[in-house]
């Protein structure tokens, strides 16, 4: 597949729409805004549950909207999951789960088709296959949802906040199990979140809204990183990195990933080495020095070069974008640090320094 592209303008009810934007139709796109940006109306128009005159949508080089013409849902191969499954409640899970498969096409448009047996396993469902919908908890419920989806043989699936109103052990799961089946099944997927934590966490790409429009879209860990983008003022504001499992000490019990050229250290993993994961690190968690602290607990001062810095207004802050490495040659990364250090230590763009990363979030295998 190629690209999802989307043109949506006109109005759902009093709610008024125009968005536009184009993500690759690989890995997990994150559409992200507030609460009424627009996040779930794009998500339905995708999936031909709404309809706006003059709206364009291509996904994969095929139009499913574009003039007089109009695909209608059940002709899209869209797999949809909503914030709490709308599962049968009068089957098992078994039965849930067959009749999606019953009434799915013969082939995937795109791949080989989702077995039903891969799809248990990668969600773990063999023990809920004979359990009613009544006595599933809302983390299982999820995953019956998604799998349900699945066996669908869906070219697209969209996910209207599907961990909103879980605990935390659950939402982490789905999560997880959501990157993986993105990768193994080689399905794109739409994201709608509020929560950023979420889209750093699970997101390749990101288009962010507000108000009905598209503020910005491209890869999820540039948009985080960008001090233009309001993301960049939230009080949750965090970058995401790419990094590399080289080696584990079983008995201090730390791993060590290599990021451009650098070593990090982190609490240990069960990843195999070599693996490719994915970090998270707050921006409020890293400060600034002109050269590496002796006698300190911090375990990780890798090397960085300032790009950019933007005040925050009346908090007494600053943030200030940096790129990795001795040079500044790598992967971007975002310090929130106050205006009396900033000054007082009378950094400027250019200047290299020593990042002091003082927590990191989980490590994700890609």
């Known amino acids: 597949m190629s690209d999802i592209t989307a043109s949506l303008t006109g109005t759902l009810g009093r709610f008024a729409l125009d968005a536009q934007f184009s993500t690759p139709a690989t890995g997990i796109t994150g559409l992200f805004g507030a609460s009424g940006s627009g996040k779930t109306s794009i998500l339905r128009c995708l999936a031909g549950l709404h309809r706006l005159p003059g709206g364009r949508v291509v996904c994969g080089g095929e139009a499913w909207q574009q003039g007089d013409h109009f695909t209608p849902p059940f002709q899209r191969g869209v797999g949809l999951v909503f914030q709490e499954g709308a599962l049968f409640p009068h089957l ?37 296959l004979a359990r009613r919908v ?67 966490r699970i997101a390749d790409h990101l288009v962010l809204l507000d108000q009905g429009r598209v503020v910005a879209a491209g890869l999820c860990p540039d948009l985080l990183t960008d001090l233009s983008l309001p993301l960049a003022a939230s009080p949750h504001a965090v970058s995401v990195l790419q990094a590399h499992v080289t080696r584990h000490d079983l008995g ?29 690190v707050m921006a409020s ?8 602290p002796q006698g300190t607990t911090i375990l990780n001062m890798p090397q960085a070069r300032i790009i950019a ?21 790598g992967q971007t990364l975002m310090a929130r640090i106050t205006r009396k250090s900033w000054e007082s230590l009378a950094f400027q763009p250019g200047d290299n320094v020593v990042l002091l990363i003082k927590g990191v979030g989980l490590v994700e295998p890609d």
């Open 309 to 329: 810095a933007k005040p925050l207004p009346e908090t007494g802050q600053i943030n200030v974008a940096l790129r990795l490495g001795e040079h500044g040659l």
């Open 92 to 128: 098992d899970v078994r039965g849930n789960l067959a009749y999606a498969e019953k009434r799915a096409p013969k082939e995937r448009e795109h791949g080989g088709r989702i077995g039903f047996d891969a799809v248990i396993d990668m969600l773990a469902l063999a023990p809920l």
């Open 134 to 200: 009544a006595h599933l908890s809302g983390g299982e419920r999820q995953r019956v949802a998604i799998a349900r989806a699945l066996l669908a043989q869906p070219v697209l699936l969209l996910l209207d906040e599907p961990v909103s109103a879980l605990d935390r052990a659950a939402s982490t799961e789905i999560l997880s199990a959501l990157a993986i089946l993105a990768t193994e099944l080689m399905l794109p997927m739409l994201y709608v979140s509020h929560d950023l934590a979420e889209i750093a």
């Open 285 to 292: 968690d890293v400060g600034l020095a002109r050269r590496a």
């Open 252 to 280: 201090a019990q730390i791993t060590t990933l290599a990021i451009d050229g650098q070593e990090w250290q982190i609490p240990a993993v069960s990843a195999p080495t070599r693996t490719t994961c994915r970090l998270r």
